[in-house]
């Protein structure tokens, strides 16, 4: 929000100050140093505070410095599986924290490499009592296909308001005729704790690729836009008919 460059990277962010670049490393639930940043997405609030998905002693951690570059607070993950965390795309500055999904792998296909079933949730972290807690996971789908973002580095999640959109590719019978991966898009809205209907927005060519990563975000009407299928073959593009909907 002040305009200055962050990166994550090794052993905590690096923040430009003036002339310099100044490293805060990451801290534990106790203070202690150590660790390393998982990714390279850096999330922001609209209090300046910033966020990094981090392995600390082992356990998977979302973790927050004040926008001073102070270390805030270390907060768990349970569970285990790939981690992706909400990041500003030009029009979703949080109100708090950045919502979180995990994708953790129940089943794989000897067969087809990039193919498996993966349980898709929803984490949403809120700043409480000086900290950072998460609530219950909110199951999204136990189909997902899986994230892959180790290129272009897609954002799964985009919010505006209470309503946090998620987009996912799911895994199909193999011996199943479909055009390609299929893409969903569901709405989780804070204030009512309910998760829409998934709404199928395209297809992804191939089918059961788990590098037909989808991408959304929002633009300063509210509107969404999703880009289905970007491994290597033509693409698809979407629009919401409706704002933030």
């Not at 639930?29 to 922001?44: C, D, H, L, Q, Y």
């Not at 193919?115 to 700043?127: F, G, I, T």
């Not at 998620?166 to 804070?190: C, I, L, N």
């Amino acid at each position: 929000p002040e305009n200055r460059p962050v990166v994550a990277g090794g052993s905590g962010l690096r923040v430009r100050r003036g002339a310099e670049w100044v490293e805060t490393a990451l801290r534990g639930p106790e203070g202690t140093a150590g660790g390393s940043v998982r990714g390279t997405k850096v999330a922001f609030d609209a209090d300046g505070d910033a966020y990094c998905l981090a392995t600390l002693r082992g356990q998977p951690t979302l973790v927050s410095w004040q926008r001073d570059g102070t270390p805030s607070t270390a907060c768990p993950i349970p569970g285990s599986g790939h981690l992706d965390l909400e990041t500003f795309s030009g029009h979703n500055l949080a109100a708090g924290p950045p919502a979180l999904l995990r994708v953790t792998r129940t089943a794989s296909d000897p067969k087809l490499i990039w193919r498996s079933l993966n349980d898709v949730h929803l984490l949403l972290p809120e700043k409480r009592d000086g900290g950072v807690v998460l609530g219950e996971p909110v199951l999204v789908t136990n189909r997902g296909i899986g994230i892959s973002d180790h290129s272009g580095i897609p954002s799964a999640l985009v919010s505006s308001g209470s309503k946090v959109h998620v987009a996912w590719g799911e895994a199909t019978d193999p011996q199943e005729s479909v055009p390609g991966v299929p893409t969903y898009v569901a709405t989780f809205d804070r204030e009512t704790r309910t998760l829409s209907p998934p709404v199928l927005v395209g297809h992804g060519p191939p089918a059961n690729d788990v590098h037909n990563t989808p991408c959304i975000t929002i633009d300063s009407k509210g509107y969404l836009h999703l880009l289905v299928g970007t491994h290597g073959r033509t693409f698809r593009y979407a629009r919401s008919l409706q704002p933030n909907d």
